[in-house]
């Protein structure tokens, strides 16, 4: 059996399993993970992993400094039509030179390169402030919808959206059912991120925190049905 075949199987598995699991809430063709969704609280506010002195000794604990990230084909090549515009912002061009190349390809996919410290090549500090994704920086500096460059992993961290023949299912990084959709990953690697380690009283559901990705994902209309019904059950998002 091929890895892609053992992948849909496993995704079979899965999708099946979640008609019947009481944690998975399902609202039209979007099945919603409650606990790693909503119970799960979460705060990304710009630099609080890199910079903030609490966090201090997070810092290069983070997703952009952390992990492999994996790219579609599809982000590839949205992200080849801008490359040669964002490799002129600060040290890019040289991180992309130094490391041969700003995506590879393996046995296990598509990547984006790392910086020789481990972080994304397209991670880079400004003068004053945290680092910034230079994807995200030349979007906003163009006017342009950043979610239309940048990789879709990148956006929706620490969300995580898989789909199966027109079902979705909104689940967290990390959590119980993605690592069932996804044998490589870990949970170890975030358990210390500052973003999922709220202070009490701090934090925001991570399904609220990220509803505007969802928004753009799944659509205005169907993402509208799924937080109505979500607010009929009495979930706070
Ligand atoms: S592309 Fe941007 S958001 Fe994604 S890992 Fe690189 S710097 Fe971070």
New binding site residues.
């Given amino acids: 059996m091929t890895q892609v075949d053992d992948q849909e199987k496993r995704y079979e598995e899965v999708f099946r399993s979640l008609k019947t699991d009481p944690d998975v809430v399902k609202i039209g063709y979007v099945y919603v993970d409650i606990p790693a969704t909503i119970d799960r609280l979460v705060a990304c506010s710009d630099g609080l992993c890199m910079s903030s002195r609490k966090f201090k000794k997070l810092k290069g604990k983070t ?2 400094t952390t992990f492999n ?1 994996p790219l579609e084909t599809e982000d590839v090549e949205r992200l080849a039509c801008i490359v040669d515009e964002v490799k002129e912002i600060r040290d890019v061009g040289k991180a992309i030179e130094k490391a041969e190349g700003w995506w590879r390809h393996d046995e296990d996919g598509l990547w ?1 390169e790392d910086r020789p410290s481990g972080a ?1 090549v ?2 880079s500090v400004p003068p004053e402030g945290p680092p910034l ?4 920086e030349w979007a906003l500096t163009n006017g342009l919808e950043f979610r239309d460059y ?2 879709e992993t ?1 956006c929706l961290f620490p969300l995580y959206l898989a789909e199966q023949e027109n079902e979705y299912l909104v689940t967290g990084y990390g959590s119980r059912l993605m690592l069932a959709l996804d044998e490589e990953e870990s949970e170890d690697e975030i358990e210390n991120f500052a973003c999922l380690c709220p202070a009490p009283g701090v934090g925001k559901p991570l399904l609220v925190e990220q509803q505007q990705e969802l928004e753009y994902r799944l659509g205005k209309d169907r993402w509208g049905r799924v937080l109505g019904r979500l607010r009929e059950m009495g979930h706070p998002v």
């Fill in positions: 997703c952009c990230v984006l994304c397209f991670l994704c230079t994807i995200h940048k990789p990148c």
